[in-house]
């Protein structure tokens, strides 16, 4: 990598000790630049993962759609090259025999084809490289530097929360960073950490050039506060254009890894390529988690409002 790592070790605030063999799992966030070659972006994110291992990783998280370029900014009908079926998959297998060699937990990023549907996918690797199954993002955005609704159907598997080797864990990919019912589905359903892998930079002077970074980091600490566990998000660096002369977009990285309380334990820069590493102390974290109350005390009875688009009541038939 380009810029010496990031570490972060402590427990989270507040969180009351316990015995020493209790479960602290390392994990490593991937930041890192993609271009327009397919085979040196899939061989970059292979030398992360090798370099991050070696440092103690136990779970890596690589940046969305790390193959190719952000290709979502434009709409261009050729892009749909870039999409293939989970079997037979360029590079899944690929990965899969990666994690486990290396005894790591690899969520994988990819742009899936299903006969004539097309998905923004993850593959959950777990540390003995079996699939334990896919992902497809929910929330599609559309706007100015951001056409996903373009390329990619609505998922239809639902939010999921994988038992792995470093323990439970809920990845939803980008824009599903945005969304607090994301981020509790995978809460309920016993996740321990929550990841978000990311391709977000600049806004485009078209829907206003706000630079977002800090809306972004917030909106997942809140996930972390409300659900008292650790969030990770891994984003991409550079400037890119998907198609020669198109506007070109700045990935502002800040990779970051929150801990129960919100707190930011650990943060990439806005530019470089790098790793990022913190020591999750998952067994104190259920502890404070339990403490506070928040799963205690909730009343899912009184939240029938959010299963409707204008907050009324259900229309049956």
């Known amino acids: 990598m380009a810029e010496r790592p990031v570490?972060?070790?402590e427990p989270p605030a507040g969180a009351p000790g316990g015995a020493a063999d209790e479960r602290v799992a390392r994990i490593a966030l991937v930041q890192m630049a993609c271009t327009d070659d397919r085979a040196a972006n899939v061989d970059a994110a292979e030398r992360?993962?090798?370099?991050?291992?070696?440092?103690?990783?136990?779970?890596?998280?690589?940046?969305?759609?790390?193959?190719?370029?952000?290709?979502?900014?434009?709409?261009?009908?050729?892009?749909f090259a870039l999409a293939h079926p989970v079997e037979g998959h360029p590079f899944l297998g690929r990965f899969r025999a990666l994690a486990a060699e290396l005894g790591v937990v690899l969520p994988v990023s990819f742009f899936e084809k299903a006969g004539q549907a097309h998905f923004n996918s993850l593959m959950m690797i777990d540390a003995d490289g079996s699939a334990l199954g896919v992902y497809r993002k929910s929330h599609i955005p559309d706007g100015p530097g951001y056409e996903e609704k373009y390329y990619f159907n609505p998922g239809d598997t639902g939010f999921r929360a994988w038992r792995t080797a470093v323990g439970t864990v809920g990845?939803?990919?980008?824009?599903?960073?945005?969304?607090?019912?994301?981020?509790?589905?995978?809460?309920?359903?016993?996740?321990?950490?929550?990841?978000?892998?990311?391709?977000?930079?600049?806004?485009?002077v078209a829907s206003g050039g706000l630079d977002t970074k800090d809306m972004w980091q917030r909106a997942m600490q809140g996930h972390a506060v409300a659900n008292a566990m650790y969030v990770a998000a891994t984003n991409r660096v550079g400037r890119e254009a998907a198609l020669?002369?198109?506007?070109?977009a700045q990935f502002?990285?800040?990779?970051?890894?929150?801990?129960p309380t919100g707190a930011l334990v650990a943060e990439a820069d806005r530019a470089s390529a790098t790793l990022v590493f913190a020591d999750l102390h998952l067994d104190a974290a259920r502890r404070f988690r339990a403490g506070f109350g928040f799963f205690r005390?909730?009343?899912p009875d009184l939240y029938g409002a959010?299963?409707?688009?204008?907050?009324?009541?259900?229309?049956?038939?």
């Not at 502002?252 to 801990?259: L, M, P």
């Open 7 to 9: 570490w972060a070790s």
């Open 48 to 79: 992360h993962v090798r370099a991050a291992a070696a440092q103690g990783a136990r779970l890596v998280l690589l940046p969305e759609l790390f193959e190719y370029l952000y290709w979502p900014q434009v709409e261009a009908e050729h892009l």
């Open 171 to 204: 990845v939803g990919i980008c824009w599903d960073q945005w969304y607090p019912e994301c981020a509790r589905a995978m809460a309920l359903q016993g996740a321990e950490l929550l990841l978000y892998p990311t391709a977000i930079g600049s806004e485009p």
């Open 244 to 248: 020669a002369g198109d506007d070109v």
């Open 252 to 259: 502002y990285g800040s990779s970051f890894v929150a801990d």
């Open 297 to 299: 005390d909730r009343r």
């Open 306 to 317: 959010l299963m409707t688009a204008d907050g009324g009541p259900r229309r049956e038939g």
